[in-house]
Structure formats: C-alpha cells, structure tokens
C-alpha cells in the first residue's frame, strides 16, 4: 500500500461519535429536531429499543429416535372443506405479506442516507436528502434483494447438505457421523462469516456511496479490499460494536420494561432512544473517513464542530482619564462661600414673634 502507514484507531472516533450526539440532539435542545431526526432513524430500520428476534420453526415431535421432516398438517386448518378459497386467501396473504417486505426494504434503503444526512450535516430534513439520494437509494434497493436471494440460496445449500446427511442415515442406514462432524462445523463457519462480511459490507455501504455517489456494486469493491487490506481495523471494530450492542440490549430491555413497553413500539421508542442510533450511525462515520478522504463523508461539507464555541465577549472602551486636580502650592484655594439660605417667610404683623427681642 502506497503512503504512510495510517493510525485507526477505536476509542478516538468513540469519544468524538458521542460529542458529536451531544452537538447534534442537545446543543441546543430543539423538540421539532428531535422528532424529525428520529423520524429519519425509523426510516432507516431502527424499529425499536429492543431489536427484533427471529421465530424458528418449533419441530415438535423431533427425536434421535424418530427422525422426521417437519409437515403441515392440512386436516387441521380443514382444508378438505375450505376448499380452493382458504387456498386463495393464503396466497393473497403471503403476496400482502412480501409486498409489504419489500415496500419496507426499499423505504429502509432510501431512509438510511436520508439519516446519514441528517448526521452529517446536522439537520432534521426528509424532503430534500429524499430526493437529492434517489438514485442512490434506489440502487441499494436493488442491491439487497440480490443479496437477500444470495442468502436464501446459501440457507438452502447448507441447510440441504445436512439434512441429506440426515436423511442418508435415516433411510439408508449410512453411517455419516464423520461427515456431520465435519459439514456442521463448516457450515456453521461458513454462514458466520458469511453474515459478517455481509452485514460489514452493507452497513458502510451507504456511507461510500453518499460520499462517492457510486454504484453498489463499486462500493462494494472498495470495501472488500479495504477490508482485505486492512483486516485488523476492522476486527476490533466488530468486536467493539458486538460489546456495545451487547450493553445497548441489556439497556434496552431495561428501558422497555421501565415504559411498560412503550419503547417497544414503532417509532415511538426511536425517539425515546434517538442518541442511541445518532451515537452508532457517528460511530461508524468517524471510524470509516480514518482512511483517507475517499471515504470521509464529510469531505464536501465541514464536521460540525463537536466543542462549545467560546462565549462572545463585549469590549467596551476605557473610560478617559480625569484631569489632575491642582494643588495648593500652584493654585490658590478658591474661599468657601456658605449656601444661601432660602427667604423665611413672610410673617403677619399680628403673630407674635418665636422668641423675644434681645434686651436694648
């Protein structure tokens, strides 16, 4: 690599990310900044306080003893007198349902550079990064339904190697226990690393293209290789986010519990919790421009400064100086005439006098 050797480090852009949170939510406090940023933060996916939580399937009646495929059983939903309408009403189910998901990916891709925006040149807007980031947003769009089917053909591969390997001894009576103590652990690898560099990759995604305005799949590129060239950096950066989101889940918990679960809802809890996806999205920001200006969104607009600028001072003029007072050596001393003394007033000549005459 060309250049001297860069400094990354952790706990710099860290201390930066949360002056900057400070900077941003609380110098000054502004209720309608508030809102319309954590409005931004619920457009790019923060949902809620708590997270959300994958339901497996629950394979009831799954033994070493009785190994058996999960099946529908059709004859409890009545099927045989539903007919083709309950038939038609779960199609049209699951067709709502996706087009749901996919609205709300595309609504997710476009909301998180409409929150980098509002980080990076700390204002609350929705209307103008909606429409300045189009294109971008749109094209991430694109990106990860390619990756969410990339995904589901990864599933489907590990998942088919092991239940082959299942089926195998369950029918054929084959000995695969070498074989499942070598896929499992390769297919647990795989996937792990998989949804790292997946999940690594997609979350500075939409920083390098609001910096670059490229392509996804340039994008993409550069992160691989940087990544690639520099694994170190990023390995503590995971593992530090694995931490802190380990603590923010405790702490999220805590506090959907103290609102009687109102920090589980929708939106409301992003704006209960907004310094928290300020704090991340920051985080993540200072960590990346660390690398060069190629990767500092900040590069056409200046980093909000994350210090208290100094209080305005008035310089008010000194007063001129007074004149000497003269001494007695060099100015005679003026004589002290006594205050006049106001006219009494006139008195009748009928009243008797306050005190008598002095004696003739």
């Known amino acids: 690599m060309n250049g001297p050797a860069r400094k990354i480090e952790i706990l710099a852009p860290f201390n930066q990310a ?10 000054p406090f502004d209720i309608t900044k508030w809102l319309v940023i954590g409005f931004a933060a619920f457009l790019s996916g923060w949902l809620n306080s708590g997270g959300g939580s994958i339901n497996p399937w629950s394979f009831r009646g799954w033994n070493t003893s009785n190994a058996q495929p999960p099946t529908l059983q059709f004859r409890s939903f009545h099927i045989d007198h539903a007919g083709v309408f309950f038939l038609v009403l779960i199609a049209l189910l699951v067709i709502v349902f996706f087009t749901f998901l996919i609205l709300w990916l595309w609504i997710t891709a476009r909301g998180r550079f409409i929150f980098i925006d509002c980080v990076v040149r700390n204002r609350a807007a929705i209307t103008e990064p909606w429409r300045e980031f189009r294109r971008e947003g749109n094209r991430f769009f694109l990106f990860l339904i390619v990756l969410v089917v990339a995904s589901i053909a990864v599933v489907a ?50 920083p390098v293209m609001y910096a670059r305005r490229c392509s996804p799949g340039e994008a993409a590129r550069g992160l691989l290789q940087l990544v690639l060239d520099e694994p170190a950096p990023f390995i503590l950066f995971i593992l530090f986010m694995i931490a802190l989101w380990i603590g923010w889940i405790m702490v999220g918990c805590l506090v959907t519990c103290l609102t009687c679960c109102l920090a589980s809802l929708p939106y409301i809890g992003t704006v209960m919790v907004l310094p928290v996806p300020v704090f991340f999205r920051s985080f993540s920001l200072l960590f990346l421009r660390q690398f060069g200006s190629d990767w500092d969104v900040w590069k056409k607009t200046p980093v909000p400064e994350t210090t208290t600028p100094p209080p305005v001072q008035t310089i ?13 050596e060099t100015t005679p001393r003026a004589p002290e005439i006594p205050p006049e003394e106001p006219n009494p007033p006139a008195r009748s000549p009928y009243e008797p006098p306050k005190s008598p005459p002095p004696p003739p």
């Open 157 to 206: 591969l590990l998942a088919g190697l092991v239940f082959g390997s299942i089926m195998l001894w369950r029918n054929y009576h084959i000995s695969n226990t070498p074989a499942l103590l070598v896929l499992v652990p390769i297919a647990v690898f795989t996937w792990v690393a998989f949804v790292v560099v997946v999940n690594l990759i997609t979350y500075f995604m939409p």
């Open 18 to 27: 949360i002056e900057l949170t400070r900077l941003i939510l609380f110098r």
């Open 316 to 328: 008010v003029p000194a007063p001129p100086p007074a004149p000497a007072v003269p001494t007695q």
